[in-house]
């Protein structure tokens, strides 16, 4: 065992803290007579869910927003975030007068089972062993997080959602809310996302788990007994997935062959160009605020998601009779999650006879355009909640009733 390092278990007891009742973000427990069951055919109890609400729930309890985050995010999609200080990573979407208005809607943003926000996860306690769980947690699926979000909305005394919005896998959590949940999502928006993992991706995140496992500082997955953590390797995991975030033009026009601080090559393995420099002040801050379990265990989700797995390969059968009404955006430089498999669904909607508007937005900056400043994403978004509001007869911010 290496000489424990004090900084790493100050970092530890940070992440730690969210497992508590820290003022910054809220946790909804559930005992042991409250089980949370698993894919995998176990179940998990006592069980926490760390959540961020904004906005006021009308008296009616209609107009909630449930807001699924991505891979790296968390529930804090519209607050300054308690760990690294920046803020929200949805600000540009959400907030008042934004196009997910908190002064007309209650929203809700969850961190995901596995997560390592306060979400029990493999960095949680194991009541039985009295340790971080570590590789002893249950793998989980997109449909455990979606489980897990159930029962807290539930738990908040909210039978119906006015809408379910998010990208990437936070879309995957959209439209498994759509098909597990129909009667209790009155519309969805998923965006930049499929309704299974490519063989394509699942390759980019076994790159990146193998990275994470290869750390000395790994240990099995048990590292936080030792006081160590395997940022080299969760690092390079998140500079090989920030890659495929961007498309090549982005990168041309931010980079080009741009030299880092100096004026000609160094002929040797420092960061000679600005990319470099770039992808490893990524890698660097991402491991400050991440726990690499937690890192295999989500990515691990995301390959396994195929939403018509259990309907025959049939995605149409997964919505049959649906009345939800759905939005689906998709990017057209956005080579992870191409418009292709936004097509698929849309395709596979319109089949099942569901209520769906589709947009291609043209945007040279990838897949993380859903995550940027795009006023057509904008657009988009606010059009879709505004005409799905008068339908389910939510009204206008005071502001807009008055006129104003």
Request: proline share 5%; with cysteine.
């Amino acid at each position: 065992m290496s000489t424990v390092d004090t900084a790493e278990l100050e970092r530890q007891e940070r992440l730690r803290r969210h497992e508590s009742d820290a003022p910054s973000s809220p946790v909804m427990r559930f005992g042991p007579d409250q089980p949370l069951r698993l894919d995998g055919g176990s179940s998990i109890a006592p069980w926490q869910i760390a959540y961020q609400t904004y906005g006021t729930l009308n008296e009616a309890r209609t107009n909630a927003i449930l807001i699924c985050h991505a891979l790296t995010g968390d529930q804090h999609v519209a607050n300054d975030h308690p760990v690294t200080g920046k803020p929200g990573w949805w600000t540009t979407m959400v907030g008042p007068g934004r196009p997910i208005d908190t002064d007309r809607f209650y929203v809700i943003c969850a961190n995901v089972l596995g997560g390592c926000m306060g979400t029990t996860g493999p960095a949680s306690t194991n009541p039985q062993t009295g340790r971080a769980f570590g590789l002893d947690f249950p793998v989980v699926t997109i449909r455990d997080m979606v489980r897990a979000q159930a029962m807290l909305v539930s738990a908040l005394g909210i039978d119906t959602l006015f809408s379910v919005v998010g990208g990437s896998m936070g879309g995957m959590q959209v439209l498994q809310w759509a098909a597990d949940y129909p009667a209790r999502v009155f519309s969805a928006i998923a965006i930049a996302t499929s309704h299974r993992h490519s063989s394509q991706n699942i390759a980019f995140h076994e790159v990146g788990r193998q990275a994470v496992m290869a750390d000395p500082d790994w240990r099995s997955g048990r590292y936080m007994e030792d006081g160590v953590n395997p940022k080299k390797g969760l690092a390079v995991a998140r500079m090989a997935a920030h890659i495929t975030y961007m498309s090549d033009a982005s990168l041309h026009a931010k980079f080009g062959r741009n030299l880092q601080d100096r004026e000609r090559l160094t002929f040797g393995f420092d960061a000679d160009f600005q990319i470099e420099s770039y992808l490893r002040h990524q890698g660097m801050s991402f491991v400050d605020r991440f726990d690499a379990n937690s890192y295999l265990y989500v990515t691990r989700a995301m390959d396994y998601f195929d939403l018509a797995a259990d309907h025959g390969g049939v995605l149409a059968q997964v919505f049959r009779g649906s009345k939800t009404r759905f939005c689906v955006v998709s990017f057209t430089s956005d080579w992870l999650f191409p418009t292709s498999e936004s097509r698929a669904v849309v395709h596979a909607l319109n089949a099942a006879g569901a209520s769906v508007s589709f947009v291609e937005i043209d945007t040279d900056r990838g897949h993380d355009s859903f995550l940027l400043d795009i006023p057509e994403q904008y657009r988009i978004v606010r059009g879709f909640l505004t005409g799905a509001a008068r339908q389910r007869g939510i009204p206008g911010p005071a502001s807009a009733v008055a006129g104003e």
